[in-house]
């Protein structure tokens, strides 16, 4: 690659193998605001275990929340949500356990969310906050 062909990637948003992470990081800072905005309390972010990782832990009241973020930056691919597959609830589920051994939390109220993030343009985004999702 050439010095002037470098991508950053935060001027460039796509789903290219330069992009993704960004895009999944961008991703998940929304989230974090839209999840806050609605009064959830974010616990952690990024926890990793078995290989897995649970994107964001929050409560939504005494509810304790595992919340999965897929981003986009279109649709060629199917929307952000789909990429959430039976495979992937389950190793969700796995490290959701793990989480709560680890922590000593025992059997607490709890439940799976997913947000769907899909990036349209510089400035504009479409969230759509699955409740229960699985």
Known sequence: MEEDE????????TEDKYSGHVLGKKGEELAVDHLQKKGYRIVERGYRLFR?????????????????VKTRAGTEFGLPEEAVTPAKQNQIK????GYLMERGLGDPDCRFDVLSILIKGD????????????
């Open 6 to 13: 470098i991508i950053r990637p935060d001027e460039r948003m």
């Open 94 to 97: 796995r490290v959701a356990r």
């Open 52 to 68: 897995g990782e649970l994107d964001i832990i929050a409560y939504d009241g005494a509810t304790l929340v595992f919340v999965e």
């Open 123 to 134: 400035d504009g985004q479409v969230i759509t906050h699955f409740r229960d999702a699985f």
